[in-house]
């Protein structure tokens, strides 16, 4: 293979193509750090041979300290629900005396893809909660290891920790059926169609329990308080003989309460709510918000076991799974 000619000297990003790799796993075998199998060190120091390629001195004072470095991205930190997955993170990248690196895209497709892009340079791995297609987020990642949050992944080369949406909506419907609702209406907030689970099952599991609800018994809103009143009031404006809801989310729900309580409903009596997160501010509203608990810190926590197989190329397309638990208070 002849050397790269277009800047007449290879950089750490032509090793890593003809490796292969990451440019961060360049920089490790390069200089003799941990994280990295014998194998693939010889695979690169075969690149930088055949590339005549010689680190700088910046990059290798930039390298030596032989440290892992996590990216996180998540969608909101001022969304209760990110704070906990990003403790879980923290604490289980310090165990292994990793960094960790937080970006927050604020929802935006081009600010994931923007983040993706700052951290590809400055992370060994990358985990997070992201909207883009499968194979725009590997372009984007340029070949760093990826595990995605929440969601399924199509491609082998991406990681991920999934929650069993199916199996929490299937114990929240039984639930309400047990209670006598068989008018279940739900608020889907999904920032992103690869976030779509949540109405998917909604559906499935309202068949599978012969309820007569259809795709007009689902109202679309923003993931907030104020969205989850705002659709709860279409939603019983729609069809009052509503008696239970199903929200996509713990602050979805609150504003569902909130909207049926200004409607001169009560809840639970005239009509039932439940959430689905199990965030701690669900004990404090009146009434007390029954929900799908997610242990957040759990999903943290696997995230980084997820890319300690990566980078230790003990990789597995046996995904973890966070299986919600319903927590019954008194909103339904």
């Known amino acids: 293979m002849s050397r790269p000619g277009r800047r007449g000297r290879a950089t750490i990003e032509d090793v890593a193509k003809l490796a292969g790799v990451s ?12 994280e990295i199998t014998p194998s693939t060190k010889q695979r690169v120091l075969d690149a930088v041979r055949t590339l005549g390629y010689r680190p700088s001195r910046f990059a290798r004072g930039l390298v030596k300290q032989d440290t892992t470095t996590i990216g996180l991205i998540v969608s909101d930190l001022v969304n209760p629900f990110f704070p906990e997955v990003a403790a ?4 289980a990248a310090e165990h292994r005396g990793w960094h960790v690196v937080v970006c927050d895209t604020q929802y935006s497709l081009e600010r994931e893809l923007a983040a993706l ?16 297609p499968d194979d725009e987020l590997e372009r984007h990642a340029g070949g760093v290891p990826l595990v995605l949050l929440e969601r399924p992944s199509t491609s082998s080369r991406l990681g991920s920790v999934r929650i ?11 639930h309400l059926v047990s209670a006598g609702h068989h008018r279940i209406g739900m608020l889907d907030g999904a920032p992103y169609p690869s976030q779509s689970g949540r109405r998917r099952h909604y559906l499935a599991v309202a068949r599978e329990l012969g309820l007569a609800v259809d795709e007009n018994w689902i109202f679309d809103c923003d993931h907030s308080v104020a969205g989850g009143a705002t659709a709860m009031a279409s939603l019983l404006g729609a069809h009052p003989d509503v008696t239970a809801v199903f929200a996509f989310n713990d602050l979805v729900a609150i504003g569902a309460v909130r909207a049926a309580r200004d409607l001169g409903r009560q809840v639970p009596a005239d009509c039932a709510v439940i959430g689905f997160d ?22 943290g926590e696997l995230a980084v076991e997820q890319v300690g197989l990566i980078l230790a190329e003990q990789p597995t397309t046996h995904w973890p799974v966070v299986r919600p638990r319903l927590v019954i208070r008194r909103s339904a």
């Open 117 to 132: 892009e700052v951290l590809s340079h400055q992370a060994d791995a990358i985990v997070g909660y992201l909207g883009n």
């Open 23 to 34: 440019r961060q796993t360049v920089s490790r075998a390069v200089n003799d750090m941990s």
């Open 278 to 299: 199990g965030l701690e501010l669900g004990e404090l509203v009146d009434p007390p918000l029954t929900t799908l608990h997610i242990d957040k810190r759990r999903i």
């Open 88 to 91: 879980g993170v923290l604490a």
């Open 164 to 174: 069993d949406i199916e199996g929490g909506l299937l114990a929240g419907m039984r």
